[in-house]
């Protein structure tokens, strides 16, 4: 398909809500397509959200390993624990931080046929989940940021 420009921090439509999908498309599955040849043409990103190529539509791709995640219309049915540690971003090259999340989350979403799933996750996955999302609803990590020395206190603890 095709390698899109990841736009980067100072672009305005990183601050912007995506719009939800009314339906899944073709077009939404290039979109999807794209995203994730993206991410992985980045290098080192384990998620990309459609805002970051500047399309705003609510579609995210996550890969922390285990495989790729599409989500078409994302949304947080629930969130527990607590964990502290650092992230990046591929719009923020060279720039991380400790963030807290959630430990585990439980995702709603459609994937490229439309059909509704879920996705449960943890650590790192739930962290992706969140952070991708976040880009959704305009808001970078860097919004987010703990105090340093703060990802020792909480970092895996569950509630």
């Known amino acids: ?26 077009h939404i599955q290039k979109l999807l397509t794209d995203l994730a040849e993206t991410m992985y043409d980045a290098g080192n990103g384990i998620g990309l959200a459609a805002t970051q190529i500047g399309i705003l539509k609510r579609c995210i791709v996550v890969d922390v390993g285990d495989g790729l995640i599409e989500l078409v219309n994302p949304e947080v049915l629930s969130a527990e624990g607590e964990q502290v540690g650092p ?3 591929l719009s923020m090259p060279g720039k991380s931080g400790d963030v807290l999340r959630a430990y585990r989350v439980v995702v709603k979403g459609l994937n490229r046929e ?3 799933i879920t996705v449960t996750g943890e650590g790192m996955l739930a962290r992706c989940l969140l952070h991708e999302i976040d880009h959704l609803d ?22």
Do not use: H, W, Y
């Open 1 to 26: 398909m095709a390698i899109k420009i990841i736009r980067k921090e100072g672009d305005p439509v990183l601050r912007q809500v995506a719009k939800p999908v009314a339906e899944v498309t073709s």
């Open 114 to 116: 439309g059909e509704e």
């Open 87 to 89: 992230e990046g971003c």
């Open 138 to 159: 305009g808001i970078l990590f860097t919004d987010r940021l703990v105090p340093a020395g703060a990802g020792n206190k909480t970092a895996g603890k569950k509630r």
